[in-house]
């Protein structure tokens, strides 16, 4: 080998795929290539820790010295900007190029902005640590803060606000809360502890016009009520980072288009975590995007063991997770997969919907309770899932069955 193996994108998936070369006892060159100033670190703690702790901190996926005793090459604060597919380069925004034998895409997503005039410095998208950073100077008492969208990141964002006694109100255009893959019971429970914590939550409301002067934003909701914040963080979902392959002339398709394998159209060239789409066995090969932690980790360990030739089809079901006042969801596979529901009760107020098909396999999970209540039964979902089973409706919601056992049988 010459070129070695380059990871374009040093996030949570590029991290994890760097030490995973190394860990599989490959012993040519890796280089990480990322645009931020710092080492590959966990996103996750952005909208929570990184607003409340007492001094915000990094939560690095690998430290200087790991790096160095890796012998990983990790070139910061630039960006991939062209592939030359047939000489096997890639050129970088300093004006340097890097060769390679196979290449992974980790470049991840990118928040979906808002296609509105009018925003301002105090308009604001939360995606990496300075962003963080820049938002939490703003989350004291006496704050307003506005979050346009009442997805994960706005709504986690919103908990940490109103924990550091800022006001926020959330605005959400769609008729609910989590519309996307959260069921309708778990997004209520979610919604009134948000207004019970006094945030105040608008949901079915479009808006028409913001205006930032500097000094405040004014936003306009379609019904003529007007919203005025310090700040407004804008999070209405994320958008894949596909133009380096797109120009390189690989196949898009909601994101950078892999085969199971997490291979792209060129042989020699992969993708994973949030900037790629690839298919799912466990539902029949339908094509997704995640947009999750626990993916990242995982594909950016399977892409380097495929680079390496291992050849192995993603398996995994899709996990997803959420922390706001205490309460923690969980949602195991694609809700959006099931016809029917089957809810179990567990101690403490929490309780889990199984999630089935018309022919009663299992495809989801969603559970919701205080601190870890839903976490095991959750993972056995996952596993039953994972096994295409077809357990008894009535089994699923008994609180004296133990799922262990429907695993088992």
């Known amino acids: 080998m010459t070129g070695g193996m380059v990871i374009i994108g040093a996030g949570e998936c590029g991290g994890r795929a760097t030490l995973t070369l190394r860990d599989l006892g490959f012993e040519g060159q890796v280089t990480l290539v990322g645009d931020e100033p710092h080492l590959p670190y966990e996103r996750p703690p952005l909208s929570k820790e990184a607003m409340t702790s007492a001094a915000p901190v990094i939560k690095a996926i690998a430290s200087d010295e790991l790096l160095a005793e890796c012998s990983i090459r990790h070139i910061h604060s630039v960006r ?17 190029s890097l060769s390679y034998d196979k290449l992974l895409l980790a470049t991840g997503s990118v928040p979906r902005k808002l296609p509105m005039p009018g925003l301002g410095g ?46 926020v109100t ?16 778990i997004a209520e429970i979610i919604h009134k502890s948000h207004e019970a914590e006094g945030v105040k939550v608008l949901t079915g409301q479009g808006i028409t016009a913001i205006a930032d002067d500097g000094a405040e934003v004014r936003i306009t909701l ?68 995640l947009e999750a932690w626990r993916n990242a980790q995982e594909q950016g360990a399977l892409a380097a063991k495929n680079m390496l030739g291992a050849n192995e089809a993603h398996a995994a079901v899709p996990w997803f997770w959420s922390d706001q006042y205490g309460l923690t969801l969980q949602i195991a596979g694609l809700s959006d ?44 979902a996952e596993m039953l899932i994972a096994k295409r089973a077809s357990p008894a409706p009535e089994a ?6 133990k799922l262990k056992s429907l695993l088992a049988a």
């Open 122 to 167: 105090r308009c604001v998208y939360l995606r990496t640590f300075n962003d963080a950073l820049a938002i939490r100077a703003h989350l004291s008492a006496g704050n307003r803060v506005a979050i346009i969208g009442g997805g994960f990141i706005g709504l986690e964002l919103a908990a940490s606000a109103r924990k550091l006694g800022a006001t």
């Open 170 to 185: 959330v605005l959400e255009a769609q008729p609910r809360i989590l519309m996307r893959g959260v069921p309708s019971e």
């Open 396 to 401: 699923l919601g008994s609180q004296t069955v």
């Open 337 to 380: 997969e099931g016809k029917s529901t089957v809810r179990r009760d567990l101690d403490d107020g929490a309780f889990i919907l199984f999630h089935l098909t018309e022919d009663g396999r299992l495809v989801a999970a969603s559970g919701i309770g205080p601190g870890n209540a839903v976490a095991r039964d959750i993972r056995l």
């Open 80 to 96: 991939a900007v062209a592939i030359d597919r047939a000489a096997h380069v890639v050129r970088l925004s300093d004006g340097s």
């Open 222 to 289: 379609a019904d003529g009520r007007e919203i005025v914040a310090d700040l407004a963080v804008i999070g209405i979902g994320a958008v894949p980072v596909t133009a380096l392959a797109a120009e390189a002339g690989l196949a898009i398709d909601n994101g950078i288009a892999v085969d199971g394998t997490l291979r792209t159209d060129d042989p020699d060239i992969f993708a994973a975590g949030d900037c790629c789409s690839f298919p799912l066995a466990v539902y029949g090969g339908r094509r997704v995007r």
